[in-house]
């Protein structure tokens, strides 16, 4: 069955760095669009970035857009979000999609806190 795992999520400090892993199994990783999204206390789950199957093309909301990163690496089954000058309104649980034949899956998500 599917899997994903989140993992990297911690306190960090405003203008500070973090990178999320996202380890995949039980479907052809290399076959599918992968995304991360974030929901912060009481607001709705929000898309922060997509990557194409093969890595080749990228999209970001604009809240993030310059200081976030995803990447894959698929020989490891593994989707990355590297996040730089975190600000607190990052603050929330991130977590891992996949869309597979009309199904989503999502992991059980990694928080983020950003805070002095």
């Known amino acids: 069955q599917v899997q994903l795992v989140e993992s990297g999520g911690g306190l960090v400090q405003p203008g500070g760095s973090l990178r999320l892993s996202c380890a995949a199994s039980?479907?052809?990783?290399?076959?599918?669009?992968m995304s991360w999204y974030r929901q912060a206390p009481e607001k709705e789950r929000e898309l922060v970035a997509t990557?194409?199957?093969?890595?080749?093309?990228?999209n970001y909301a604009d809240s993030v857009k310059g200081r976030f990163t995803i990447s894959r690496d698929n020989a490891k089954n593994t989707v990355y979000l590297q996040m730089n000058s975190l600000k607190p309104k990052d603050t929330a649980v991130y977590y891992c999609?996949?869309?597979?034949?009309?199904?989503?899956?999502w992991g059980q998500g990694t928080q983020v806190t950003v805070s002095s």
């Open positions: 990557i194409t199957s093969t890595g080749g093309s990228t």
């Open positions: 039980g479907f052809t990783f290399s076959s599918y669009a």
């Open positions: 999609y996949v869309k597979r034949n009309g199904r989503g899956y």
